[in-house]
């Protein structure tokens, strides 16, 4: 069973940083990507950046990708989001997901608990 644990969200004024954190534990296929979401109040739960084992291969919403990082360090078991020039849209719980392909929702097995983003202007 895989379990996912987000860390190091907060609350941060416009135009900060965050890095929030994602630990994984149990097997997860070594073709499958992590990756991160995200769901803002009011609004449908969003693919933000994903990853693939190894770190070479990652793939951002149009919406992030200059603002948003991801990494991975498998030994530690780790993907990383880095946000930078973080904007009051940026609100939202983030959610890091493993086993799926790319951003397709659908193919992710397995969540966390989410970790809560508070953007103020």
């Known amino acids: 069973q895989v379990r996912l644990v987000e860390s190091g969200g907060g609350s941060v004024q416009a135009g900060g940083s965050l890095k929030l954190s994602c630990v994984a534990s149990?097997?997860?296929?070594?073709?499958?990507?992590m990756a991160w979401f995200r769901r803002a109040p009011g609004k449908m739960r969003e693919g933000i950046a994903s990853?693939?084992?190894?770190?070479?291969?990652?793939h951002y919403a149009e919406s992030v990708k200059d603002r948003f990082t991801i990494s991975r360090d498998d030994a530690k078991n780790t993907v990383y989001l880095q946000i930078d020039n973080l904007k009051p849209e940026d609100t939202a719980m983030y959610y890091c997901?493993?086993?799926?392909?790319?951003?397709?929702?659908?193919?992710?097995?397995?969540w966390g608990q989410g970790t809560q983003v508070t953007v103020s202007a």
């Open positions: 997901a493993a086993g799926g392909w790319y951003l397709v929702q659908a193919d992710y097995d397995n």
């Open positions: 149990g097997y997860i296929h070594p073709n499958a990507f």
């Open positions: 990853i693939a084992n190894g770190g070479e291969r990652t």
